[in-house]
């Protein structure tokens, strides 16, 4: 049976009402949560990134749910850096902890002042990460010199049981590569046809363990509401790749959404008040062979779409298996 969990965003709502949010999302009957490492928001409409590893920590404690996290090491940070986080983590809270790893965006590595290195160089740098990453948290003292540079490091507390690293990836090109090293794969929604070929194209290549899915969708009692709600927050994360790579501030990212229309956010965010439509696109999914599905509500007022999900839609795809 997929499992449904709730993506917690950083950059749109304070850490301390979306730790409220994941313990009343529990109670109403979702059963894993997630979150991305964002240095920036998308639009300085969002106004918040807090520290994802540090919120991590306190939702693991304040929960009984397994919890994710989407990070690029590589550039703002140092893999063996990721590796010590991954490691704490999974020693703390055995068997509730993964790791999303990706490339990244401009927008939060380019703090660092470094160049922001070409989509091929950063998925090789990435690939190094996943190695550096893995050998530490096996107990191997590392050193490496590459596109990163390690010095003798090694992980003194690391769990008994090493978790999942998983590969993100928005391409079917990308979900091969990530079946070459990846424990499991996760992506975004997207039109069906689009999701059916990135499974296909990770399994087809190798890929082992769990498919995951963010879905981004705008909920509110009547359709205008969700409209404005998914208009106002989203609307600056409707462009695909190398745009939404490449863009460096929150001002950037404004600029450039200024005109988007309605129909555009609609392409990339569920948006309805009917409860039933989002049980048939949340079933659809599932039936593509998602393992897990984390729900990301696109407003920052988050407590009635827990609670109307978590009484009228989660029964409902438990009730069809899905």
Request: with cysteine; hydrophobic share 40%.
């Amino acid at each position: 049976m997929t499992v449904y969990g709730i993506h917690s965003s950083h950059e749109q709502i304070h850490p301390a009402r979306l730790l409220d949010a994941v313990v009343r999302a529990e109670r109403a009957g979702f059963t894993a949560g997630m979150c991305s490492d964002h240095f920036s928001p998308w639009s300085e409409r969002q106004g918040h990134s807090g520290f994802a590893w540090s919120w991590l920590g306190a939702a693991l404690q304040a929960t009984r749910m397994p919890f994710g996290v989407v990070n690029a090491p590589g550039q703002r940070y140092h893999p063996a850096i990721i590796a010590q986080a991954i490691g704490t983590l999974a020693a703390m809270y055995p068997g509730r902890f993964w790791a999303a790893l990706g490339t990244g965006e401009a927008s939060n590595e380019h703090i660092t002042g470094e160049r922001w290195p070409r989509k091929p160089e950063r998925a090789a740098r990435l690939r190094e990460c996943v190695d550096v990453i893995r050998a530490l948290l096996a107990g191997e003292e590392v050193s490496h010199d590459g596109l990163v540079t390690v010095d003798r490091a090694r992980l003194w507390t690391r769990p008994e049981q090493p978790p999942a690293l998983i590969g993100a990836a928005v391409s079917v090109e990308t979900a091969r590569w990530c079946a070459q090293w990846a424990d499991g794969l996760i992506t975004v929604n997207a039109p069906v046809a689009h999701l059916r070929r990135v499974v296909d194209g990770y399994r087809d290549a190798g890929g082992r363990g769990p498919v995951v899915l963010q879905v981004h969708l705008s909920w509110a009692p009547d359709d205008a509401q969700a409209q404005r709600l998914a208009y106002d927050q989203w609307r600056s994360n409707v462009f695909g790749p190398p745009v939404c790579w490449d863009l460096e501030t929150p001002e950037h990212f404004d600029v450039v959404s200024a005109d988007v229309t309605r129909e555009q956010i609609a392409a990339v965010v569920n948006v309805s008040a009917d409860l039933g439509r989002h049980v048939g696109w949340l079933s659809e999914y599932a039936e593509l062979g998602f393992d897990e599905i984390y729900l990301h509500h696109v407003g920052q007022e988050l407590d009635d779409f827990i609670d109307a999900f978590g009484t009228e839609v989660l029964p409902k795809l438990r009730i069809t298996g899905n």
